[in-house]
């Protein structure tokens, strides 16, 4: 759109305040979005613990640079059936991204056709499912080891490493007084501490039962919903992994796929316990850790573990969808707090957004200022015309206090920055440096110098590639005019590294033709009868050579003007 320097802010207002109105931080992503994505960018490349790397192979068919995800010590518990586990982050080679190992170590390959048993699985895409990849059986660790592999989210922990190993940690000795004795109220209000929100919970709730209800349509049963197999990152952010790795496993064994759902529902109510419980081994004791659940929680919890653990009949009803049906009112919550977070970060990509625009500009400025071959121009003189651009330069940046002191003030100079790029009728008070000139300007006038002095540059970059470029073989080229796009130069699919895209308009006086040269990578530099180009310039498609000719008897034609349209990304 013409007015699309017109950007306003894009925080929705029931999420604004005046401090998020005013303050600079307004002008760019919140802090918490931009920590969250450092980290997981410096984890998803970090490098492995010291003494552990001699330990892994370098590859391992197609993936290297391992890093083990989880402890490789002896205290390992058996995660798949009989089979250790264990996890390790690789990069592929093919396209250099992460990707999350997980072996399953002694497992001997007895059926290629046990591989697709994860066919289904790789069709499943689903926001709270870690999907797979591929899988394959490897003797790069030593030993017979079947490989699976998952999509990376780093900074990533199971449920258990989140809300359970911290508070189970202290549980032995955090409330005692004395001889092992405990204070009630003291105790009472450390205990409370010990369980997570209810908000917190039911979202985890909401999230696995989707991706449960998910697979479930699709006839496939989930199999691994466990503390130590569901992960979290982000703001609450839950994923099931390792899916389809028992179903591989199991592969030649006969399987009841409606007995498999209905464990899913079981585990899934295990999980609600042992978290609202805050209790690794809550399903031993249930009666007591439900009670806890009852005291603790709403009655809405102690419901749907009830509707959970209950057995499966034919006139009960027990799916995931019914369940899903009697918990509707959380998911709504659930919903409802996705969208709010889906308008903060679309907010914080709408101020990265503004930040884009405000580097092509401070480009603009560094092209045109204090260059050498404009010191003896007389429009950049102090009675130049230009003149305006070196004022309104110090006015942004070089501002001093009453005491002398530079002024870093960033909130001045994205306002500033903001208020040319839209070229603001508001008025400003340039002063020369020597304090004798003054200058009222308004913003749309700083604009036009701006514009003016870096068409200058380009003009003459422009004219100066063309004359090295072109070398003219037929004596009827009589001329070549040279001239900028204006605003569609912000096309999005122009391609501004080393290459300048070129609308070569060709004028016979009987004839007239026209060949436009969008940007693309399938041109390469040729040569035609008439022109000849270097590797500077891109005149040329490979799939359809430039003729100029009148008729089929390939009469040439005689060329009077050959106007060269460049584009720029300015």
Known sequence: ???????????????????????????????????????????????????????????????????????????????????????????KTADGLSYALRRIEGYRLTHEAAFTALEPWTRIHHPNIVSIREGFTTRAFNDESLVLVYDHHADSQTLFERFMRLSLAGQGHAHTHGHGRTRRGHSQSLQLDQFMPEATLWSIIVQVSLAIRHAHDRGLAIRVVDVNKVIVNGKNRVRIGTCGALDMLAYGTPQNVQLLQDEDLIHLARLIVQLASNNISAMNILQKAVETVNRIYSPDVHKAIAFLLQPLTRLNGKTINAFLDSISTH??????????????????????????????????????????????????????????????????????????????????????LNKLDAGSDERILLVGREEQNCLVVTYKEVKACIESAFGSVLHAAIFATVLMSFIVISPVLASAIIRPLPARSHNPHHNYVGNLDLHISIRHKRHSLLVQLPSSRSFQFVQSRHVTTSPSMTLIPREKPLQICKNSRNVPLRITTLDIVCACPF
Request: charge should be negative; aromatic fraction near 10%.
């Open 1 to 91: 759109p013409l007015e699309y320097h017109l950007y306003t802010a894009t925080l929705p207002p029931r999420m604004t305040t005046d401090a998020t109105r005013h303050h600079i931080q307004g002008y760019f992503m919140s802090d918490a979005t931009r920590d969250m994505l450092l980290r997981r960018a410096q984890l998803s490349r970090a490098a492995p613990p010291p003494g552990t790397a001699g330990n892994l192979p370098e590859e391992v068919t197609g993936y290297h640079s391992l890093v083990p995800l989880e402890s490789l010590g002896p205290e390992r518990r058996r995660t798949f059936a009989q089979y250790h586990g264990s996890l390790y982050r690789a990069v």
């Open 331 to 416: 998911v709504h919550d659930e919903l409802e707090g996705a969208y709010d977070y889906a308008d903060s970060l679309e907010s914080d990509l709408g101020s990265e957004l503004e930040n884009g625009r405000l580097v092509r500009l401070l480009c603009k400025f560094g092209f045109i200022n204090e260059r050498p071959e404009f010191d003896y121009d007389p429009r950049w003189s102090d009675t130049g015309e230009r003149y305006t651009v070196k004022l309104f330069r110090d006015y942004v940046f070089h501002q001093q206090d009453e005491r002398g002191r530079p002024v870093v003030n960033l909130a001045h100079v994205v306002t500033c």
